[in-house]
Structures are given as C-alpha cells and as structure tokens.
C-alpha cells in the first residue's frame, strides 16, 4: 500500500526578524505521497566517555547579571532524592559509566547501533570524536525496537544497585548538549554558557580539576551534559575550541537551534517565547491567505509560499522598530519543497496553532473522500485516506478537521475503511487516532518555531 513519508522538517530562514531578544525560525513539515511509509578545526579532545562532570543550572540568562541560584535535577521518575556531589559521588557515577558501556558493547546490539550508524552515512565519514559521539547518544537516548533504551536495559539487569544509582543513571536519558561557553574557574567547578538554551551550568569532573586547564575562560566546550545528583555530568567526549574559534562555535549552535529546536526548550523563557512566535506566524498566514488551511495546485505551492515568506518579512519589517535597520536588505526566507510534493496535484497547507506548519500532498483525494466516503472504494482514494490514517507524520487534527465538517460522512468512510459496521466518528474516532498515532499522543507539544538568542541572530546576519 502506498503511504505518507515520513515527515520531513526542513529547515527554513527567519519567518520573524530579530525581535527583541530573540529571533524564530519556523520549521516546516512535508507530507508527500504516494510513496511506502516507513531515523575539523583547530580542536582539542578530552576523552571523558567514562569520566563525569556535574553542572546545575543558573535560574537566569547569562546576561541578566542576576544572582547566581543553582538548581537541583532529580530523576524524571519523579520522587527522587537529590544528593550533593561530591568526589565519592563523582567517582561512582564514572564506575557506573565504564560498567553501562561494557554493558553496550554485547553482540546483541551490533545491529541496531549499525542501523543507527548508517543513517550517519557510516563508519567512513564519521571521525572517533564523533563515533565517540554517537556511541553515548546510541546508549543513552536511541531507543531500540522494543521502546527501550540501552540504560533502561542496564539498569533493569542490575536489581541490585541502590535505588539512588538507579535513578541517577535512568536520569542520564536527559541530554544537555553545547556548545557551550566558558564563562570562568568557580572552586572546583567550571561556568559555561549553554549557546543553545542560554542557560549557565556548573560543571564539575571526576577526573580531577587539572582538566579545566584545557578549557580556559572565553573556550568554547563541544560536549554532552546528563544528571548527576543536585547537578549534571559530562557524557561522551569534549572537543575544546579556542576563543578565537567563535564563529565555528556559534555556526554549531545556529544549527543545531534549526535542527532541534527543543535543545532551547530548557528555558521556560524560550518555550513560552516561541509559542508566542508560532502564534504570530499563524496570524499572519492567516493574513495572507485568509484561513489557517488552503489547498493549492502542487504546481503552485513553491511560489504561493515563497509569497507568504515575503509577506511575512514586510510585515515584521514594518511593525518592529529598527527591524529595517538592523537587517538591511535581507531577502525572504526560502523553504524548497521537495519535488514530489510539487508533482502533486493539490497540496494543503494547513498552520495549526499546536502542530505549526505544515503540507500535505494530495489533500485534495483524500478531502473529497470525506466528502462522498463511496469514493474509498477506488483503490487511490482508499490507499491515501489510509495514508494519512496510518502515517505519524500526518498530525492527527488534520484527519479531525476532516471528520467535523460532517461527522455523519467520516463514520461512514471508517465504517468502509476499516470494515467496522458499527464505527460511529463521535464516539470512536479519538480512540482510533490514537491507536493509530501512538507516537505522537506519546510526544509533549512543542511548537515548530526555534527562539534564536540575540548573539546567535547577530552571526546569522538576522539582526
């Protein structure tokens, strides 16, 4: 059966210019049919896969000049107790670390972690700093077929060790990652900046203080940060880059705030910002195309939303004081659509307050199926209905805003679809979506606008 592929989240320019402290860049999604349905520079490298550091957050931006209040991390179990760190602390979560590793290292997970290499390109392009790399995020964060991860195995494997090692290491699921900036020496700890979030950290070693002096004031830190105790810890390898390798630092920083804009989410700010972005965005395609929702020719769709980007940069331009000035003659934002998408006959464009924006190919079949349900009994109709049914890259509320212009019509489509006599939309069809979307219904909301701190705008050239 033909299918939805998986959503792709393609990294545009600004739809916002740089607006006070901060600047968006809205990320789109594109659905595309039919197609099967189905994952250096002048650096110094400390190995400290099996060593740890701890880093506990500031309660303020960097610039805010506010007093320092560190912030304890417990578990995402909730109910943990949190514990001071120390060098015995420090000492036992490295043993913990060498121990998780071996534990990696079985045959068993060859495959997956080959899987997870290929879609790095492979071994071949790949340097040790960066399989290095990709070996703690395979261990720490990759989830295997069945939903588990590496961590989660081990310490199911280790009934024996105390519930707080326990916690900690589950803890180690949640990744902080740099760059970050090195802000000064506090004791036995370190102070960075963490470009992407804007959040301080306190960064301690087990491998001793003598560490730090790799890493002097204005360095930049390459590196992975995950919880230990009232703080964090270092996981994987640190790359140092030099103070004057700034723009290499802030070019990492850019794109990973585009790639994974929830790497910014840590900061209440910056989330609440960027829904207040996503926000406008929708009100000003609102503006341009007069609904939230409208279903173009695929011919069209490059150019009508290359229009939209255009419209959006005048209007920012217009209503934002000294906008004009600080970007001078930006040019519109461009999002290439994929050439499939194009090739179909419509393409819907839909920007749900919650979801964003998004695009969906051959909308059109699968709206007039909604419309006359006896038209599923044509095999092209019926396979992309199931399409955007059985795909999570198709948002559930776009099959609901299909379903509640006549709720009568979608219990009949489903009944003919799924051959369920009795299927009745208002009562089954939020539990179907469901089954049918578990991994969305499983993913906090998020917006699809990425918060740019005003030092990252300025490198981009958005200020």
Not at 90 to 110: I, M, N, T
Not at 169 to 186: I, K, N, S
Not at 255 to 280: G, I
């Amino acid at each position: 059966m033909a299918g939805v592929a998986g959503m792709k989240r393609l990294r545009s320019s600004e739809h916002a210019v740089a607006n006070g402290a901060a600047a968006a860049s809205s990320r789109s999604r594109v659905a595309r049919l039919p197609v099967p349905a189905r994952e250096r520079r002048h650096e110094r490298v400390v190995d400290s896969s099996t060593s740890a550091a701890g880093v506990s957050v500031i309660g303020s931006s960097p610039e805010g000049g506010s007093p320092v209040e560190w912030r304890g991390r417990g578990s995402s179990g909730g109910g943990a107790v949190l514990v001071a760190v120390d060098a015995a602390l420090l000492d036992r979560a490295g043993e913990l670390k060498r121990e998780l590793l071996a534990f990696s290292r079985q045959p068993r997970y060859d495959r997956a972690f080959s899987e997870v290499l290929a879609r790095q390109g492979g071994s071949e392009v790949l340097d040790e700093y960066r399989l290095m790399m990709l070996w703690d995020y395979f261990v720490l964060e990759h989830r295997l077929r069945s939903g588990r991860t590496i961590v989660e195995q081990f310490v199911d494997a280790h009934a024996e060790l105390p519930r707080q090692e326990r916690e900690m290491l589950l803890g180690w699921r949640d990744v902080v990652q740099g760059p970050f900036e090195v802000q000064r020496r506090d004791g036995p700890a370190l102070i960075v900046v963490n470009l992407v979030d804007d959040l301080t950290y306190r960064v301690r070693s087990n491998m001793g203080t003598s560490v730090f002096r790799q890493m002097p004031r204005r360095s930049f830190l390459i590196t992975r940060l995950v919880p230990v105790g009232e703080e964090w810890m270092l996981s994987g390898p640190t790359s140092v880059l030099r103070p004057a390798e700034r723009e290499v630092a802030y070019r990492l920083a850019f794109e990973m705030s585009m790639r994974t804009p929830e790497a910014a989410y840590r900061s209440p700010e910056k989330l609440a910002r960027a829904w207040e972005m996503q926000r406008a965005d929708r009100q000003r395609f609102v503006g341009f195309f007069g609904a939230d929702l409208v279903v173009v020719p695929g011919d069209q769709a490059q150019e009508r939303l290359n229009r939209f980007h255009e419209f959006c940069r005048d209007e920012v331009l217009r209503t934002t004081p000294g906008a004009a000035r600080r970007s001078g003659a930006v040019a519109a934002p461009v999002v290439e659509l994929p050439l499939d998408l194009v090739e179909s006959e419509t393409v819907a464009l839909i920007y749900d307050e919650e979801d964003g924006l998004g695009f969906y190919a051959e909308f059109g079949l699968v709206e007039e199926a909604f419309a006359d349900p006896d038209l599923v009994r044509r095999r092209r109709y019926r396979e992309h209905v199931l399409s955007y049914l059985h795909d999570d890259s198709v948002e559930p509320m776009v099959l609901r805003r299909l379903a509640e212009r006549d709720p009568d019509k979608a219990s009949v489509l489903f009944r003919r679809l799924l051959r369920r006599p009795r299927f009745d939309w208002a009562r089954d069809g939020e539990e179907l979506l469901r089954t049918a979307k578990a991994a969305y219904f499983a993913r906090v909301p998020r917006p699809r606008v990425s918060p740019v701190s005003e030092r990252l705008a300025a490198y981009a050239g958005l200020q």
